[in-house]
């Protein structure tokens, strides 16, 4: 087993790198799910990959699980070569899909064993390994019924169990909380803040949402049909969209359009540009400061124009893209959200 380490990849902010991705291209046809991605995810840290559905999320976490091949590009996942390595490879990572991965039929205890026999556990790890990861993810007292029987965030927690039989040292987490109440997505947050705190794994964590990369992730990539729109810390990201969005209504909606432009020529928004909600009848200004709030209201009273209401906003992961990339986030076409039969390479 030969692993690269003569010549450790270093991520942008210097710490080493647990995943590093150059150039990875996967065609399906004329869809370009992955278009030439690069990106680093730093050892013991968390990497959110922002992207709308459609953008290639799910086909690099395939990528980077060997569960399919790239067409061209390159990738290391702690020192294992994803093209060269793919079995000492698969040994190092987990994974945890937007499905929910769990036999139904089978208790929180057999699907847990059952996983460690499959990654070659003897018997006996196998069941201490399932004991304690059962305890760890606060499902003792349900370990031995069907987990068709829990609750949606047990079923969560068992898949995040599961992903952490083979103490992974770096783990996928794609769109691990889509379609879950905001409760049950606390618990997720909460427990892979803990993974990373306390067994040091290093998380490459795909999302379509701006909280959950800004609860979880230290840096991000945000990627859009199959490219890398941006990328940094969030803060840099924030800065670069607007740290905040104001909502501004006219009390006369025939002036939605005069209050837009009055702001546009004032040259007050910062990096992003102001954009006009017809539907709502409201005008969405990128802000960076609250001096920038200040002048916003400056601009409009001079210009006689009354306000019914101000509101401030977080951008909305809309917002960002709107920002980033000059057109909508929302290509929600369902065929995004297919599960698909791999075919045969
Ligand atoms: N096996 C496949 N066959 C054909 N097209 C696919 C396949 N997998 C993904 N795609 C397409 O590639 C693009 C990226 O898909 P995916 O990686 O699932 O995006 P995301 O996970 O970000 O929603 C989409 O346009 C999707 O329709
Ligand atoms: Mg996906």
Redesign the pocket.
């Known amino acids: 087993m030969t692993r690269i380490e003569n010549n450790p990849q270093r991520g942008a902010s210097g710490g080493a790198s647990a995943v590093s991705v150059r150039g990875l291209v996967k065609h399906?046809?004329e869809?370009k799910?992955l278009d030439g991605v690069d990106l680093d995810v730093r050892e013991g840290t968390v990497l959110g990959v922002l992207?709308?559905?459609?953008?290639?999320?799910?086909?690099?976490v395939r990528c980077l699980s060997t569960l399919i091949t790239p067409d061209s590009g390159s990738a290391v996942v702690a020192g294992y070569d994803v093209l060269r390595q793919p079995r000492q490879l698969r040994r190092v990572i987990g994974l945890t899909g937007q499905y929910a991965s769990v036999d139904e039929k089978l208790s929180g205890y057999d699907n847990l064993y059952m996983i460690g026999r499959l990654l070659d556990l003897p018997r006996k790890e196998a069941r201490t390994r399932a004991d304690s990861l059962l305890e760890r993810f606060s499902l003792t007292e349900a370990a031995k019924r069907p987990a068709r029987t829990y609750s949606g965030g047990m079923r969560r927690r068992l898949d995040l169990a599961a992903s952490m039989i083979g103490s992974p040292a770096v783990l996928y987490l794609d769109e691990p909380t889509t379609g879950l109440d905001p409760r049950t997505r606390n618990e997720v947050w909460d427990e892979v803040r803990r993974m990373v705190r306390e067994d040091g794994v290093t998380v490459l964590l795909?999302t379509q949402y701006m909280e959950e990369a800004e609860q979880l992730a230290s840096e991000l990539t945000v990627i859009d049909r199959?490219r890398v729109v941006a990328g940094g810390s969030i803060g840099e990201l924030k800065a670069k969209v607007g740290g905040r969005t104001l909502r501004i209504r006219p009390a006369d909606p025939t002036q939605l359009h005069p209050t837009a432009h009055a702001l546009d020529e004032a040259g007050l928004t910062g990096l992003a540009t102001t954009t006009v909600d017809t539907e709502d009848g409201t005008v969405l200004v990128p802000i960076l400061s609250d001096e920038q709030l200040t002048a916003v209201v400056g601009v409009l009273s001079a210009r006689g124009i009354t306000l019914a209401d101000i509101a401030t906003e977080l951008p909305s992961l809309d917002e960002v893209f709107l920002s980033l990339t000059g057109h909508k986030a929302g290509l929600t076409d369902d065929?995004?959200?297919t599960e698909?039969e791999?075919?045969a390479a």
Do not use: H, M, S
């Open positions: 399906y046809g869809t799910a992207g709308p559905n459609g953008a290639g999320k799910t086909t690099l795909t199959g065929a995004a959200t698909y791999e075919v």
